[in-house]
Each structure stands twice: as C-alpha cells, then as structure tokens.
C-alpha cells in the first residue's frame, strides 16, 4: 500500500508518496492557516492574484503559454476548508518525461515554476501586486461566488452551514464573503502574503516515480518552511437543543432537503472508524438505509445520501425531493438514524459496509489527488493515520461500535429550498 | 484466440479477443493499482429509438428516455437489487447512459472474479415486472426534475433542441416526466433483446489482474449462456437537414449569471478508425487554438470581464450526428456570442498558424498522459473508440501526424453561418 514518506529539508517538509504507476508528477503547496471571517476573503483573492502573475512570467497568458510548453501542465490555485482551516493550495502536475520523445525536464523545470509562483510573485515598479491582475481577479471572485447560487444543491448546502454554525468560523465559506472583494487592496494583500509566508504551515506534496533524494533536492530549492499548528477541530455536540427549521423558496422545480446533524468524534478521535461505518451504513452507499428507504421504498428521490465531515464533526444529509413530501421525507430521514442508534441491523450489514468503506478508501488512494487529500487530513486533524493501519481499523468495528458512534449524532439544523409555488 | 498490442513509449500492454458469441473482451493489466475497474457496454444509446426489433420485419417508434430507463431497471432482479450483492462482494457499481452507449460499471479492491461474475450476469438477464416498472417511474421523475433546475444541462440541451429538426440528440437522455409513464415492461423486453446482444457490447476489465485467468473467465461465464444468433441491427433515422433548425434559443432560470453558448452541427462523419480518431483529434486542437486558455481570444474575453474558468469547448462525433460548441457563464452574453462568432470568422479569414498548432499539439500529448493515469477514463474512452475501429493508445503517433494544412481546411468546411445556433439562459429576476 502506498505510504509516504516525510523528509525536512532547510524546514520544509516534502511528503513524497513515490510510486512508478502514473504517467505524471503530480507536486501540491499546502499552506494553511485559521479559517476566519477577517482573512478568508483575502486570501481567497491571493491565491487567484498568485496564479495569474509572476516576476518570470508576468501575466497570465505568459503563464498559459509557459505550461503548454511544459507538455500543457495542468495548473491550479484553489482555497479549500478542512475542519477549520483554511487551505490554500497550489497544483501542479505534469507529464513524466519518460514518456515523451523529446527530452525535456519537466520535473525540474514545473518544480521552479511552482517555487516562483509562491516565492517570487510579479511586483510592479512600486513593489506591490499588480492593480490589473487584482481588479480582473475581484470580479471573477464575485462571478465565482454568484454561480454557486446557480446551482441550487451547492447553494442549499452552504445556506444549510451558514445558518447551522452561525458563530462557528466554520460558517465561512472557503471563497470569502462577497461585501469583503472590495474591500481588499494592494496594501493589504501584501500583509496577508507575508503573513502567510511567516506563520502558515506549508508543506509540499509529490506524487510519482520519484526518489527521495530528488524530493529532497526539489524541496532545497524553497525558501518558505512547515509550522506545524496546534489542531482545531473539536466536534461539538449539540448540548440537547431544539433543531432548527428553515425553509427557504427559489424558482426551481424540485425541493432540495438539507439536513444537518453534529456528532462530538472527528477524524482524531478513537471512535472515528466506527463513525465512517456508521455514515457508510446510514447514508454513504446504495445499500445505505437512506438509499434503500428515502428512494427505493418509496420512490420519493433520485438522490438521498449522507456525508460525513469529519475534521468537523457533522453529518450531512441531503435529498432532492417534490416539495409536497417535506414531512414525510423528515420522517423516514429521522427514523434510519433513530434505527441506526437503537441498532436495528444486521451484523452482515455492519460487514458489508466495513468491505464498502475499505474499498472506497484505496479507491482514493489510486488518485494523485486522492492521496495527498487522504494524507493531508492527518496534517489537518493533527492525528496521523497510516493506510495500512486506517483499513485496518476500519476492519476491526463492531456493530457496538457503530451504535456508539450513532449515539452522539443529533440533528441540529433542517434547512428546506423549495419552489415558490409550492410554498403558497 | 487472444491478441496482443504493445505500446513501448507509453509502456502499455492490451489484450483483446473476440469470443464466439460476438462478445469483445479487453484486458489491460495495471500493476500498482488498488482497484480494478470493469465496464460493460452495450452500443446502444438514447437516440436509438426506431428501429426494427430483433426477430421482427416492422420499425417500432419506442417512447423518449428508454434506453436510460432500461438502465435504471437492469439493477433488479428475482432476488432485488443487485447494488446488493455488490456490496457484499465490496465492490461499488454504476451505470451511466450517453447518446449512443448503455455501460455498466464496477470497481473493487477485492474479489474482482465474483464481481466481474456478477455484473456479466446482471447485464445479461433482464427482469422486469409491471410493478418493478411502474415503481422506477417516480425515480426517474424526480432524476429529471432535478436536471431541469441544473442551468447548464438546459444550456446544453436547448442548443440541441435549436440545432436539430428531427435527429433523436435533440431529446433530454433521460426523457421527460410524461414520456417515461408510457414506458411498459414489454417496451423495456423488445430493446432489451435488440440492442444487448453480446456481439453488440464491449467488456473492458483494468487494475492489476492476470489477464489469461480474466479471459478464462469471462468465456466459461459466456459458454453456458445460450444466445440468439447476432443479426444485423437496423436502425432508421430521418433526413436531417444540414442547416440548423433554429438560430437561438434564450430560456429564463433563477441565476445569477447569464450563460451562453454558440454551436455548430457539423456533418456526420462517415470515417472510420485511425481516420476518424485523426479528424476528431485536429478538430480538438482547432478549438484550443481558437479558444483555449493559451489563445489571444481567452486572454481579451477575460480581461474584458466576458468569461470566467467555465469558458469552454467541446467536439462531439458519434455516429449519426456531429456537433461543436463554445461558450460558458457570461455577464453579457450577447457580446459573448459576437466576440465567439467575430473569433472563428477572422480565424477563418487568416488561418492558424505553424506555432499555434504546435502549441496545443503538445499541450494535447501531455493531457493525454494525465488522462492515462485513470482507469475508468481508459476504459470508457477504449471502448467508445472501439465501437469505431479504433485504438485509444495511438493516439499520441497521430497526433503527430496532424498538419496546420489539414487544420486550415477543416476551418474552411465547417463554420458555415447557416449551421449555427445560439443557446442562452439569461436571469428570471432582477437580484
């Protein structure tokens, strides 16, 4: 099974996972920091502003054309939330040369490239990030959040988080807030830029047929360094209050179900294994019991699925349903995971699930992208966890277990968006 | 008897035979992997809906959304869901259904013989009730409700809509929520027996497996199975003209930002194997170089706040029908469609140039690479290709092969203004 291998080189750490089986390289920039409301929106920007212009390469069809040199080199920049961090991340992957009948080195020449692009950014003559490439990057910001409205699963999800962790940063969406873009200036992008360079944690990530001494000397080439950060992602419980119930109208046909509910274990926690059953068996699959109740039984949805949010603690359930069958929907939704607590099912299903889960986990990690995601929730949650020894705890839950783990999920917040005739 | 074909620069080996029921049997060993990825296809596909039933002398007109119909359905049998028994075997499967294909899917990281056994099995007995039948109908409803509130699948199939009088492209895949209630389990039999006869299906098997024991397999599975014998299948379609049927579409919907996109239909090709994969190919690289990230047009429409990452292209060549489409959200979707149609003219005017092509030439090659490093695209791509003749590892030998010459005149015979059509969905309200 595939492992990776840390090495410290000048204090950053490279996390190579090497393996022959890709025809690419594939490096990542991970660079965290807190999620907050005062920062997410700038450095939403700074990731766009950094991927559009650097000192060598000062705009961004220098940079298209750059890349497509590198045998089109697949480049991104994007701002995710885990738990609540905020992780900016920088992609880079490019075709392994061996492959190719010219000679070229794309390893180092795509690593430089990646170092340029955090390290050594276009300044203009006043030493400041280019007002061009920041206002064309505000208004692709603004048309990025206006198009998550546009699809209304994404959109009843984020007002589904927003309203649930109200005062919790994890309210705030990885984007930034849409009344911040304008807000943001050069200025203080450069305060956010040294900022981060000074006090995030960054680490670079290398999935390929690569050695560890050319991680090794990859990384040397970097200044920046890794901080290891104290975690912050405990679960909360709900503390027994009342759920909440909002429902919302747009101009749509079919009514999208939210529910979300809090459960105290996350991804460090022991009991997390058994959790990651539990979501399999309650919402994860097609033999789930949301599945084969919400839509084979009653053949009320094309989609009921649950998802587990585990640098959070949140499970998430979500189903697209005729708005007429709101209640009812509720009901059997609330009744799988009354079933699942009272340990109604079979301890066949409780192995079924386990072998799913397994199977959906080294799944993942045949992806370059997979399993530098699977790794870095370690890095994320401050709890390492080994592949090997991940299916390995996932082999060893019992049913007990999974009641266990079903016992501290409680529904917080049922959000409903439904179309505006059917609310008359 | 099996074949084999290696490709030493990409360092790729693919096993294939033909079996005596007609079936096509690939195998393509991937050490490494966690996972083995099978598909199972059938070539058939939404717009295969008149046609004369195996067996029968008269064409039947069958109602829209059949063939995705047939594939939510296959999942049931005597026993239930067969999503079930894979389970069991720890394996997840899927099926999905395009214009012209019906596949179904697994992947597992264990128990790859019962798997494959069992998706061979469940694609190969069809059981449908008036009860299972009329149970899928609420599903699917709510399947295509919920593409109706999805902006971008409008988009999508309201170009088509504009594009084509009568070619069966222009219907949803899915159908809508009247056609499906027509459905009955005997329509569901009469496609059945038609279209998946083995010498009609493709079986693509990757991950890290012994190919001889895969083969070994999959021919016992299929010799005690008795099948009717292959026959030609006659599938009629209606003339189509050659100009479009519409020259805009505009829908309304609750979004934010505007969309829009400008299509082309094209003729249908006639090509066959490394002909067509060539002519498919240098179409690609015309629309990067038109419209790609790295283009002059993309860098003027996003500096004038006209596009975002949405902005794209795509070619489409399957059998009876060939289209091309640009486009993507928009604020001013009007000035998009002038700048999009001003772009081809002047391209069209002056030409590419020698550097322009190879620019995207070799963004192509090192794309192809990146898409090697998955399993289903492999396996999907290799069996829709295979339908064709072709075969999916050459690509990157003709793709060097491909002259700026050739390009300049695929620009010259298509593009005509007569087969354009404009699809947009513009904001319901003011927000």
């Known amino acids: 099974m595939l492992e990776e291998q840390v090495i410290n080189k000048n204090g950053l750490d490279v996390h190579l996972v090497s393996t022959p089986k890709y025809k690419t390289t594939t490096f990542v920039l991970q660079i965290k920091s807190r999620l907050t409301q005062k920062t997410a929106t700038e450095r939403s920007l700074l990731a766009n502003v950094l991927k559009s212009a650097t000192n060598d390469y000062p705009s961004r069809k220098q940079i298209r054309l750059y890349l497509d040199e590198l045998y089109g080199a697949s480049f991104q920049a994007d701002v995710q939330r885990k738990g609540e961090n905020h992780i900016l991340s920088l992609r880079l992957e490019a075709a392994n040369e061996k492959f190719l009948k010219d000679n070229v080195p794309l390893f180092k020449k795509s690593l430089s490239f990646l170092r340029e692009v955090l390290e050594n950014p276009f300044f203009d003559e ?20 206006e198009s998550i409205y546009d699809d209304k699963i994404r959109y009843a999800n984020k007002r589904l988080l927003e309203e649930m962790c109200k005062d919790e940063p994890y309210s705030v969406h990885p984007y930034g807030e849409m009344e911040k873009i304008d807000e943001v200036t050069s200025e203080t992008l450069m305060q956010e830029y040294k900022r981060m360079l000074q006090e995030d944690d960054i680490r670079l990530y290398i999935v390929g047929d690569v050695k560890a001494e050319e991680a090794e000397e990859a990384a040397s080439i970097f200044s920046v360094t890794s901080k290891t950060q104290e975690a912050m992602n405990e679960g909360k419980e709900n503390e027994g209050k009342e759920p909440k119930e909002i429902k919302e109208t747009d101009d749509i046909q079919q009514g999208k179900l939210h529910l979300g509910y809090r459960t105290s274990v996350t991804f460090s926690d022991n009991l997390f ?47 697209g349903i005729e708005a007429s069958k709101y209640e009812k929907a509720v009901d059997i939704i609330k009744k799988q995971l009354d079933d699942m607590k009272q340990g109604h099912f079979t301890d066949e299903s409780v192995e079924q699930t386990k072998v799913m889960v397994k199977n959906q986990l080294l799944e993942t990690a045949d992806s370059a992208r997979g399993i530098v995601d699977l790794y870095y929730q370690s890095v994320a949650a401050g709890k390492k966890r080994d592949l090997s020894e991940w299916v390995k705890a996932i082999d060893a839950v019992t049913k007990q277990d999974v009641i266990e783990g079903a016992a501290t999920v409680e529904l917080d917040t049922c959000y409903f968006l439904r179309g505006e005739e059917a609310a008359k | 008897m099996t074949n084999k074909k290696t490709f030493d620069q990409l360092q790729e080996t693919i096993y294939n035979e033909r079996l005596d029921n007609g079936l096509t049997v690939y195998v393509l060993p991937k050490p490494g992997f966690h996972k083995t ?120 199939f309201n170009l088509l809509g504009s594009m084509y009088h009568k070619h069966p492209v222009k219907i949803d ?259």
């Not at chain 2, 359905?73 to 019906?102: I, R």
């Not at chain 2, 081809?344 to 990146?370: M, T």
């Open chain 1, 273 to 319: 294994p058994a959790m990651q059953v539990m979501n399999g068996l309650f919402g994860g699959f097609p033999h789930s019991k949301l599945f084969m109740n919400v839509r084979e039984k009653e053949s009320m949805a094309y989609y009921a699925a649950s998802r587990y949010e585990s640098l959070k603690g949140l499970v998430l359930v979500f189903a």
């Open chain 1, 126 to 145: 006043n030493g400041s990030f280019s007002e061009k490439v920041i206002r064309e990057e505000k208004r692709t910001l603004k048309q990025r959040m």
């Open chain 2, 37 to 156: 990825f099978a598909v199972f296809s059938t070539n058939y596909g939404s717009i295969d809906n008149h046609f004369v039933p195996i067996g029968k002398k008269e064409a039947v007109m069958v109602p829209d959304g059949i063939a995705h119909f047939l594939e939510h359905k296959m999942f049931e049998d005597e026993q239930g869901d067969v999503f079930q028994t894979f389970g069991e075997q720890g394996a997840s499967a899927n099926a999905f259904t395009s214009f012209t294909k019906t596949a179904y899917l697994f992947s597992s990281t264990q128990d790859t013989d019962k798997n494959l056994e069992t998706l061979l099995d469940f694609v190969q007995h069809p059981y449908f009730t008036d009860e299972t039948v009329e149970k899928e109908k609420g599903i699917i409803e709510q399947e295509i409700t919920m593409y109706e509130d999805n902006p971008d699948w409008q988009l999508f």
């Open chain 2, 173 to 431: 895949i899915a159908g809508s929520a009247d056609s499906i209630y027509e459905i009955t389990k005997e329509d569901l039999y009469e496609c059945y027996e038609t279209f998946y006869h083995p010498s009609n299906m493709v079986l693509f098997v990757a991950g890290d497996v012994q190919t001889d024991q895969i083969i070994e397999l999959v021919r016992n599975n299929q010799n005690n199975k008795s099948f009717k014998e292959p026959e030609e299948i006659e599938r009629i379609l209606d003339d189509e003209p050659k100009e479009v049927k519409n020259d805009k579409s505009v829908a309304k919907m609750s979004v934010n930002t505007p969309k829009c996109m400008v299509g082309y239909k094209v003729n249908a090709s006639k090509l066959e194997g490394k002909e067509l994969l060539k002519y498919e190919f240098s179409m690609q690289l015309m629309l990067d170089a038109l419209f790609g990230p790295g283009s002059d047009a993309y860098e003027t429409l996003y500096e004038d706040g006209l596009i975002d990452d949405s902005f794209s292209t795509e070619f489409t060549a399957e059998r009876s029908f060939s289209f091309l489409a640009v486009g993507g959200d928009t604020k001013e979707p009007d000035k998009l469609e002038q700048r999009i149609i001003q772009t081809i003219e002047n391209a069209r005017d002056k030409g590419l140039s020698k550097d322009q092509l190879e620019r995207v030439r070799k963004k192509k090659i090192g794309n192809f690479l990146k898409q090697l490093n998955s399993l289903e695209f492999v396996a999907n791509q290799y069996t829709s290709f295979a339908f064709h003749n072709i075969h999916l590892f050459e690509a990157i030998p003709v793709l060097e092969e491909i002259t700026i010459d050739e390009i300049n005149q695929l620009l010259h015979t298509h593009f005509e203004e007569s087969t354009r059509s404009v699809s947009q969905i513009i904001q319901k309200q003011a927000n």
